[in-house]
């Protein structure tokens, strides 16, 4: 191998051939989203590092372990703005970044709930692993400014469509528990340390530091004999307060009517700190070592005032594209591609190119998918890429074509053709164009 720069560790090219399916899922999203009220919202990879740290929490594995610094190079000494650039990070979640986005623009004013969605580019240093890299690209959806158990249900009941209409809810299924609110989780804690008091000896390492720092995380432990111990762990539900157990109810209650199937899984915590009341996941059926999912969320009511904002509740979800597109292929799940080129001009010699352009014009500008063939390849090898791309008509024009002013239409789907005058070929197209729609 040559003197070759190659990608970084952890980072991978997506080729044209993956492409239909991002797009699939793409244009699935934006129509159920849409029609669901949702607004599209970009925000910049960039983002401060103490977004994190009070979104996310200081303990988070993603804050303690896997963000990626931002900084400028060449530089050896760095001044005060340089060293606050060190300060920013590549977003390693979308909520935090939405949240700052919805206090900074004064979205509070706006009629409440603000729904607003963005597919996002996501940054991790993890160790990677097939089919997991550094960065990602994750769904993200977004309801801030209302608490009401309705809220959490319509926007699980757009997830749930969205996953049928990728074919996927038949292979997937909710998880969902409540993980209480500030009135609540002292309790909840309290009732997981006393049972895991006599046990923790027993437990991992890690597990040991959650039992003093978020005794809620003991449950979300991957550890196998953790996982023993947690069989008999206390369920979150016993111990939540009236009111984050009325509202799960609620939310139970308005799934059912939604006909939104899901599982109770009492021992279902997220990573990050900010959650309260619902939480979910979706997961894989076929995914029985739990190793990871498919979409998660829920309810982060104080993250808004964390962030300096005015207290309002939130609810909302990430869905990992990577995952789904990978699970797209290994189904070999069918998915149509947008048409792309519907007629390609093909020409031979330099007569012909200079006949051609023109030609490829006064069709662009007609608003037809046209495009003419590049490189040197023979006639025969230009009508297989035509086939290829799925173009519906060829226009051959050769040096004895260019000479008669002439051009010659072939029909790609039957292989017949017809020679007609330069002057008559854009009436001669519409018309072949409007039969082939016919058929
Ligand atoms: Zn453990
Ligand atoms: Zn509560």
Known sequence: MKNQVTRVRGMRDILPDEQKYWSNIMRVTDHRLKSFGFQKINTPIIEAKELFIRGAGEKSDIVQKELFGVIRTGTRNKSEEEQKEIESVLRPEG????????????????????????????????????????????????????EAPLTDAMTLLALWQILQDLNFDNNAVIELNSIGDRACRSNIEKSLNDFYKPIVGHLCEACQERYKTNPLRLLDCKEKECIQYR??????????????????????????????????????????????????????????????????????????????????????????????????IDQEMEVKDEQGTEILIIQLGDRAKKK???????????????????????????????NKMGAKLALIVGEREALDGTVMIRNMLDSTQETVDFEDVETAIEKKLEELAQD
């Not at 959650?275 to 969320?297: C, H, N, P, V």
Request: one cysteine or more; charged letters at 25%.
């Open 356 to 386: 051609a352009i023109p030609l490829l014009v006064s069709l662009g500008k007609k608003g037809l998918a046209a495009s003419m063939a590049l490189g040197k390849e023979s006639l025969k090898s230009q009508l297989r890429s035509a």
């Open 231 to 328: 069989e008999q762990a206390p369920h979150i539900v016993d111990s939540l307060c009236p009111d984050c157990r009325s509202h799960f109810m609620l939310v139970l209650e308005y799934l059912d009517e939604a006909g939104v199937p899901y599982d109770l899984n009492p021992f279902l915590v997220r990573g990050l700190d900010y959650y309260t009341r619902t939480t979910f996941e979706i997961r894989d059926k076929s995914d029985k070592e739990r190793q990871s999912s498919l979409a998660g969320g829920g309810r982060y009511d104080n993250l808004i005032e964390s962030l300096g904002g005015e207290p309002a509740p939130a609810f909302g979800f990430g869905m990992g594209i990577d995952r789904i597109v990978q699970k797209m």
């Open 95 to 146: 909520t935090a970044s939405i949240v700052r986005s919805y206090i900074e623009n004064g979205m509070k004013t706006w009629p409440q709930p603000v729904k607003l969605y963005s597919f996002m580019e996501l940054f991790r240093y993890d160790r990677p692993q097939k089919g997991r890299y550094r960065q990602h690209t994750q769904l993200d959806v977004e309801v801030l400014g209302d």
